[in-house]
């Protein structure tokens, strides 16, 4: 059988920008010109699951770029009026979610799942599954996707998707009943291995067939100094948000390594000490510009070329 390629892109708010210049780094690499085109399944969480529909729908890399330049500061715009109304961002998210839907609007229209040019898994977690039996209600985690079959999400709108991947909880109020997939899939690479995997979807590929490439959109080095946190909510409130986040983004990591081996690779940047770029730190644009252009990515060179791209599989 040939190979099965996906591209798993991790959540991270503005810092996708990261992420499209590396991309862009990758595809203006001699012998990597059409490696987006040899993907089989992309899948993303938040920011990663706006690149993920953005790419499967066919956006070009710089256009995206130039999105995340110019509408990210609209996107993370916090005024004193919407602080005010949200009594200092203790009642209301941090942001309206206006500017990200007719971002989405105007990028996709009526365009659903099906009609993309790609299978796609998109993240996000359904707030209640309304089952009409009560011993069944309860909220879930969902993934979003246009494989074929009795259970494929392929009639739901892309900019609907886009929407409910990205609204993350305190940054965005949830949208019709769905919030950000980050809160269980950061990264949501397991998540794509596992659905290649499953027979409802058939043909399946062999797990032995299937190579990967996760990319992160930039982690900050962080820590909670001390042995004894006698926190309460208010306290542990943002840092449990950003623990949540890298830490089922590193378990993800370490799951897809022990199925795949080196048929997985993972482009995970870091950046330096001191340096802390929040998922709506808009100013930080000019720096997360040039931290990706300047980033040494010579082992996912390496590995696209020997791994990825070669359509030879040893048996």
Sequence with gaps: ??????????????????????????????????????????????????LALGLAYGLDLAQIRDLYV???????????????????????????????????????????LGQLNKRVLITSFDLDNEDPDPEKRTWKPKLFHNFPGT?????????????????????????????????YATNPSICALAQTQDNRYSPTPRIKDVYLLSLGTGTSLQYITGNSHDWGYIRWL???????????AGIADYQCFQFLGNRYHRLAPVFPSG???????????PYMIEFAETLVIDDTIKWLKQKFINKKIKQ
């Design 275 to 285: 340096v802390v770029v929040p998922m709506d730190d808009i100013k930080k644009i």
């Design 151 to 183: 259970n494929s999400d392929s009639s739901f709108y892309a900019a609907d998707v886009g929407l409910y991947t990205s609204a993350a909880p305190t940054y965005f109020p949830s949208v019709d009943g769905y919030i950000d997939g980050g809160v």
């Design 70 to 112: 110019k509408k990210g500061p609209l996107i993370f715009d916090d005024s004193w009026l919407d602080d005010l109304k949200d009594l200092g961002k203790l009642r209301g998210a941090d942001y309206s979610i206006k500017h990200l839907r007719s971002t989405l609007k105007e990028l996709f229209g009526d365009i659903t």
């Design 1 to 50: 059988m040939s190979k099965y390629r996906i591209l798993s892109i991790d959540g991270g708010g503005i810092r996708g920008l990261v992420t499209t210049i590396l991309l862009q780094r990758i595809t203006a690499t001699p012998g990597l010109e059409d490696f987006l085109k040899s993907v089989d399944l992309i899948s993303g969480t938040s920011t990663g699951g706006l």
């Design 238 to 248: 943002k840092p449990l948000i950003n623990l949540m986040f890298d830490g089922t």
